[in-house]
């Protein structure tokens, strides 16, 4: 019996001294990491803001890949969410969401755990000489309870841990992509604007340059006979495959004005998946192909005919690294 009772005093003894060390611990996680990474600013902060891009680094993507996923509001951008569902008792179930963003400046998600409460999960984006500085933060609460308090030790001590290996492989990540073709897809709004333009049916691959030099060979000898000060060359694609059903545009302030054999007129207000290519014309078709594994990925369909602006280029720049052409996808949600 006194053996019993020193073995129940030491283990009330070990309770007590528990119960003081959690009650001196705060209420709540907090984690803040951070990395510097060589790598272009969009590049980094596309990898968290495009949700999908996450399964390519987050740490616990890593322990279940076979977790369930689901995307809300296409998975990009503020309002995007992710869903996951997983038997591992490291992963569990639970939700992401961007509940706010300035591109490449911060993003801000809130995580619902069911069962395990809720938290908040923020990132920034600092230019620096070295490329970029990622600060990833966390704070969840987890109440009064000593006990779980007690347990905050070890679930600071396993995040922080998660967090610098999420934080190399976006860094693991953008090494790699420097080393491939890379895109950048924004979510815009555009207004409607104005345009001459001239429609060609069956256009193939062979005949495509010749067509597209001139039509625009006439729009701008005409637009000049008619003192209209041109704008942004671009072209719209109604149907592509074996031969393309093309339009070559300018697009202008007020096309008011009537021009012989040209057609007056005005693309309308939409949303659009919008894909900058830096470079020459040779890269346009690997864009297109990019986007259409967007599409898919993110939960939407086109919504009309595909447009290329051909912001900078020939004649007035000649050197096609500068070249900058922006692809345009038409999209509502599938």
């Known amino acids: 019996m006194k053996t019993l009772k020193k073995i129940l005093l030491a283990l009330l003894g070990i309770i007590a ?3 003081i060390i959690g009650l001196t611990q705060p209420s709540e996680i907090t984690i803040e990491r951070s990395i510097e ?19 390519k ?14 995307y809300g509001n296409g998975g990009i951008g503020k309002d995007a969410s992710y869903s996951w569902t997983s038997e591992h008792k490291s992963v569990g179930s639970g939700m992401l969401t961007i509940i706010d963003s300035k591109p490449f400046e911060f993003i801000n998600t809130t995580m619902d755990f ?13 230019e620096t000489d070295a490329g970029v500085k990622v600060s990833w933060d966390m704070n969840s609460a987890i109440g009064k309870n000593p006990f779980m308090r007690l347990m905050g030790i070890m679930i600071r001590k396993s995040i922080t841990a998660a967090y610098d290996r999420g934080l190399e492989d976006i860094e693991n990540q953008c090494e790699y992509l420097k080393e491939t073709t890379w895109y950048s897809v924004k ?8 345009y001459y333009g001239i429609m060609s049916e069956e256009v193939n691959m062979e005949n495509m340059q010749s067509t597209m030099e001139e039509s625009y060979g006439k729009l701008y000898g005409e637009l000049g006979k ?37 057609d007056s007129k005005e693309i309308p207000k ?5 894909l900058k290519l830096i ?51 038409p999209i509502v949600e599938e």
Do not use: R
Not at 114 to 126: I, L, M, R, Y
Not at 230 to 253: D, H, L, N, R
């Open 114 to 126: 069911g069962d395990q409460g809720t938290g908040t999960a923020n990132f920034k984006f600092v």
């Open 270 to 274: 939409q949303t659009y998946a919008v």
């Open 279 to 329: 470079g020459s014309y040779d890269g346009l078709m690997g864009a297109h192909e990019y986007m259409g594994e967007w599409l898919a990925a993110s939960n939407k369909k086109l919504n009309g005919p595909v447009i290329e602006k051909y912001k900078v280029g020939p004649p007035i720049e000649t050197d096609m690294d500068k070249w900058v052409t922006y692809v345009l996808y």
């Open 226 to 262: 008619a003192n209209i000060e041109p704008g942004t060359a671009f072209a719209v694609y109604y149907s592509w495959g074996e031969t393309f059903k093309m339009e070559c545009g300018v697009s202008v302030q007020d096309n008011s004005t009537t021009l012989k054999n040209i």
């Open 187 to 194: 979510i815009k709004e555009k207004d409607a604007w104005s």
């Open 57 to 70: 680094w987050s740490p616990w993507h890593k322990i279940d890949t076979a977790m369930g996923l689901s």
């Open 37 to 55: 990474i060589d790598a272009p600013l969009e590049m980094v902060y596309d990898q968290v803001n495009n949700l999908h891009n996450w399964e």
């Open 17 to 19: 001294i528990m119960l």
